[in-house]
T-cell receptor
Framework: GAVVSQHPSRVICKSGTSVKIECRSL??????MFWYRQFPKQSLMLMAT?????????EQGVEKDKFLINHASLTLSTLTVTSAHPEDSSFYIC?????????????FGPGTRLTVL | SQQGEEDPQALSIQEGENATMNCSYK?????LQWYRQNSGRGLVHLIL?????REKHSGRLRVTLDTSKKSSSLLITASRAADTASYFC????????????FGAGTQVVVTP
């Protein structure tokens, strides 16, 4: 099946720094990718929809200047957490919809655990 | 906001038993999907059921959908220790590019 990778898998940074997370579709093209965050023992919350060649669409309550998304190519979307603070510590997961017609499941990356000290 | 609510929040069973979990949602949907997440990992797509379907099977998985009650159930038969994971339902309003709203999840522990 289709594979989505994320890099890094784990990052620890100091408060105030910016962190970039990459999401790649390895064997298929994804014009759309999704970014989620998941706090411990909670569900996934959709943050934004990443669109290749255009601006990302953010969910209500998500600061677009805080979470910068760039979908530079058909296989790569990046999420940059700017000026990270401890409350940004979370598990960030990206996904891409499967190819083909009709409703389809999504392929998820393995996630990136961000810890802000 | 979360679309789905799931119950139970946690389920502990022994190998060989069946595990049943439920999901309720609030708005109209195009399809409902179930995913599994092992601790600290990404999600794995298990099964998708369309809004005009009532039941679907895949291996040891059986999913039902009742759109009048806005609810779905996932049944795992003859559970195995490897089924230990969190299970999430997710709803999609369209069949285009699959923007999903996830439920709270059910944590399943299967003991040998």
């Amino acid at each position: 099946g289709a594979v989505v990778s994320q890099h890094p898998s784990r990052v620890i940074c100091k408060s105030g720094t910016s962190v970039k997370i990459e999401c790649r579709s390895l064997d298929f093209q994804a014009t759309t990718m999704f970014w989620y965050r998941q706090f411990p023992k909670q569900s996934l919350m959709l943050m934004a929809t990443s669109n290749e060649g255009s601006k990302a669409t953010y969910e209500q309550g998500v600061e677009k200047d805080k979470f910068l998304i760039n979908h530079a190519s058909l296989t790569l979307s990046t999420l940059t957490v700017t000026s990270a603070h401890p409350e940004d510590s979370s598990f960030y997961i990206c996904s891409a919809p499967g190819a083909g017609q009709g409703p389809k499941g999504q392929f998820f990356g393995p996630g990136t655990r961000l810890t802000v000290l | 906001s979360q679309q789905g609510e799931e119950d139970p929040q946690a389920l502990s069973i022994q190998e060989g038993e069946n595990a049943t979990m439920n999901c309720s949602y609030k708005t109209s949907i195009n399809n409902l999907q179930w995913y599994r997440q092992n601790s600290g990992r990404g999600l794995v797509h298990l099964i998708l059921i369309r809004s005009n379907e009532r039941e679907k099977h895949s291996g040891r998985l059986r999913v039902t959908l009742d759109t009048s009650k806005k609810s779905s159930s996932l049944l795992i038969t003859a559970s195995r220790a490897a089924d230990t994971a969190s299970y999430f339902c997710a709803t999609a309003k369209t069949d285009s590019w699959g923007k999903l709203q996830f439920g709270a999840g059910t944590q399943v522990v299967v003991t040998p």
